[in-house]
């Protein structure tokens, strides 16, 4: 490249008007999502659903981060890009083999190419000062600004799928509101041992197994009986009055509240993140490998919340009542906090494979090395939808619907006239 046009990519040597229309046109994008987010933030408040408030202040704590991370990156680029390191430690743990033509063998220097066919001749003084010791630079400009993309392109994901995933669980819970308004048209009956429904209940269930729990997640996950006597047991364990309570909106508020948690990115996920960078070596097919990962914790922790309702269903057949002891005993170790942590995971794990994609043919192509052959991208893309749909209408409204059978709940989330109804046992 000539001295005078690389000169000219310099801000000394590029018309103003240019530099003040790009700035304007990022200033004015900038100010429109901060409105945005602003007026939709009073729009729930207006709304009072104050939990999804809640998840909108976490999105803008997660975009602050990311701002700080681009910062970084942006300020650090030159000296990240002086820093040289050994040809061989350079060649190796490589996601793509170099080409040979690639390679200037008079120097031993990697030159690169990208998925279009242009050289990343990685411009600037840190690749000549790497260059004249015979070493190679850490990370090019054009790699960092590759990794910058990639952060963002990761970011947006997880937001976008988590939301995706609570909406379209939110739309399947929602569902069940003509089970809430039958049953409270119901007149009680006094001095019944076990209601219909409650025997409907305790039959589908009574002789359940594991295998029994693993497969009813993909059909009927949370059946008519199934709500009934879950939500009866709940009223009753927590003397709530049955005629004012509306158990429907109290799962769909639990489950709102709980989305400020999913939707964060916490410092395990950034770790995670780098952990799977690492082991992205060419012939590992890592990125193949790890689509099933959270397939198979989202089938565990289905399987696992059809159980627990299986569990309840056999006791309140041994108890020959209609009450059911809620408790924390029937979850791993004692905590139905943990079942939302591993959806947490598996959304973000989720939103990681899928972004990986995007990132990948948008920057390199599709037909790019690092996308890997056909045979083992087709079955990532179909594990993702998989996960994505099963997450939404089989685990999500079994998580929001068995995890109050625990011995807490969420008192926050009742409103104030129900407040003055419960009665919290010790």
């Known amino acids: 490249m000539a001295e005078g046009s690389s000169e000219s990519l310099t801000l000394e040597f590029t018309p103003t008007w240019v530099v003040a229309v790009v700035c304007s046109i990022i200033v004015a994008i900038s100010l429109c999502v901060e409105r945005l987010i602003h007026y939709l933030g009073k729009f729930l408040k207006h709304k009072q659903q104050n939990a999804l408030y809640n998840a ?147 039959r589908e269930h009574a002789k359940g197994s594991w295998l029994m729990s693993f497969f009813k997640q993909f059909h009927s996950s949370v059946s008519k009986s199934d709500y009934k006597a879950l939500r009866a047991g709940f009223i009753q364990t927590h003397h709530v009055t049955r005629e004012t309570f509306d158990f429907h909106s109290y799962i769909l508020r639990t489950l709102e509240d709980d989305f400020k948690k999913v939707v964060g990115i916490s410092w395990y996920l950034w770790l ?19 689509s099933f990962l959270p397939l198979i914790l989202l089938l565990l922790v289905g399987a696992k919340l059809e159980h627990i309702i299986t569990k309840l269903a056999q006791q309140m057949n041994e108890r020959a009542t209609h009450q059911l002891k809620l408790t924390d005993e029937y979850f791993w170790f004692n905590r139905p906090a943990l079942v939302l942590y ?68 969420k008192r926050a989330i009742f409103t104030e006239d129900t407040l003055t109804n419960v009665v919290r046992l010790g």
């Open 272 to 290: 995670f993140v780098v952990i799977f960078l690492l082991l992205n070596i060419k012939g590992w097919h890592t990125y193949f490998w790890l």
């Open 56 to 202: 909108l202040q976490k999105i803008k704590e997660e975009l602050m981060l990311l701002g700080f991370i681009s910062l970084l990156l942006t300020v650090f680029q030159s000296l990240i890009s002086n820093i040289c390191i050994e040809e061989k430690i350079a060649s190796s743990m490589l996601p793509c083999s170099r080409p040979r033509e690639e390679i200037d063998h008079s120097k031993g220097h990697f030159l690169g190419r990208t998925g279009n066919g242009r050289r990343l001749l990685a411009e600037g003084s840190g690749f000549d000062a790497c260059a004249k010791k015979g070493k190679a630079q850490l990370l090019s400009l054009e790699a960092l600004h590759q990794l910058h993309i990639f952060i963002f392109v990761l970011a947006v994901a997880h937001v976008a799928f988590c939301a995706i995933t609570m909406l379209l669980g939110g739309a399947k819970i929602r569902e069940w509101k003509r089970w809430e308004d039958a049953i409270r048209a119901e007149t009680p009956k006094e001095n019944v041992k076990l209601t219909p429904h409650q025997q409907e209940f305790v």
């Open 342 to 409: 591993l959806i947490h995971f598996i959304l973000f794990q989720n939103a990681f494979e899928l972004a990986v994609f995007f990132w990948i043919w948008s920057t390199y192509g599709f037909h790019s090395c690092i996308m890997e052959s056909t045979k083992y991208l087709i079955p990532r893309l179909i594990v993702g939808v998989l996960i994505q749909v099963l997450c939404s209408y089989s685990t999500l409204p079994l998580y929001a619907i068995v995890t109050q059978m625990g011995e807490s709940f």
